[in-house]
C-alpha cells in the first residue's frame, strides 16, 4: 500500500473546491473527462488530438497491471 496524504489541493477540474488530498473530488474527473469529450466532438477525436500531442498511438486492447 502506498502511504497516503491528505494535503487538500485545488481539484483539478477547475471547479475551485477543495479535495481531500486526491487530484480531484469524487466524480469530478469523470466530469472533466466528459467535458473533454464533448469540446473536442467525441472520443474519437480525443483519441486522434491525444495521439499527435503524445507523437505515439493509443492501444487499447493493452494489459494493465494493478488497475
Ligand atoms: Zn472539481
Redesign the pocket.
Known sequence: MMPRKFTPKL?????N?MTKGGE??PG?DV??LGAIVRRVGGVAKLRVIVEIAINDVIVVNQITNGD
Request: include cysteine; aromatic fraction near 10%; proline fraction near 0%.
Open positions: 481539484c483539478a477540474c477547475g471547479c473546491e480531484f473530488l469530478h466530469r472533466l
